[in-house]
């Protein structure tokens, strides 16, 4: 893969070289490859099959998770987000030490790996929070929750230039990656000035159906707003808001 330097960027194929503009700009590469065909039916390339059998399950998962966690992921995510927690399902799979390769799968997998995954690499949340908190999965009863220890939001807040206030944002979530269906519930804090004043301890309290046979993943988050005669007002598009999933429970 070759990068466009020249004042006129070309799109098309010239003498079996393809140039075409992706998010990393105009490039060019050497057009050609194995036919879609062979790769489906010649023996020489079952392993391919088999690794992209499991690339194309991971990136379903990944697309079932970045759903149920459109809401939120709406104002804290990034553009290669997609392709980045693609990657970490990738690892979930192949953590399955049961299926056989090509049908190994989320469930059988390491789903707990996903524990840290950012969905803003703009906005980390390890980098924006410094406020103990706790979050708590009850499989059994449902009753899923952040526990939000007392801080001070001026110093337990890395704040980008602008923000005046932030509010705190988490949701719980039984995802069915094979059903394609999950459950979420979501809760936040009221706004907070970013000042030297005391905020006292809360809890978000996630409350999804008892006993649930799928998944369990927390993610916690926060988003920075300007406020403007009595008027709150997204900071730069929420391009610092933070969102990260702080807690996973597998099968």
């Known amino acids: 893969m070759a990068r466009q330097d020249s004042i006129i960027k070309l799109n098309g194929t010239i003498d079996g070289i393809s140039f075409y503009k992706s998010k990393d700009g105009h490039l060019a590469r050497k057009a050609g490859g194995v036919s879609a065909q062979r790769i489906a039916s010649d023996p020489a390339f079952v392993r ?13 998962a990944g697309k079932v998770l970045r759903t149920a ?21 990738v690892r979930v799979i192949k953590a399955d030490e049961t299926s056989d390769r090509g049908l190994r799968n989320v469930l059988d997998g390491e789903v ?49 230039g602008g923000a005046t206030h932030c509010k705190i944002i988490a949701a719980a979530a039984s995802i069915d990656f094979e059903g394609n269906a999950w459950d979420v519930k979501q809760a936040e804090t009221a706004y907070m000035a970013l000042g030297p004043q005391d905020q006292a301890a809360q809890t978000l309290a996630l409350p999804l159906p008892a006993a649930s046979t799928h998944p369990i993943v927390v993610v916690l988050g926060i988003e920075f707003v300007q406020q403007v005669n009595s008027k709150m007002y997204d900071l730069k598009n929420g391009a610092y808001n933070a969102l990260a999933i702080v807690k996973v429970l597998g099968m």
Not at 139 to 158: D, N
């Open 48 to 60: 391919t099959r088999e690794n992209g059998s499991e690339f194309g399950r991971a990136g379903s």
């Open 69 to 89: 966690l459109r809401g939120l992921m709406q104002k804290a995510s990034d553009s290669r987000v997609s392709s980045r927690l693609t990657a970490e399902m």
């Open 112 to 160: 707990e790996m996903l524990q840290g995954f950012e969905f803003n690499a703009s906005g980390l949340l390890t980098g924006t929070l410094f406020a103990p908190y706790e979050a708590t999965i009850d499989r059994a009863g449902g009753a899923h929750e952040v526990a939000l220890a007392a801080f001070v939001p001026g110093s337990a807040v890395a704040a980008p």
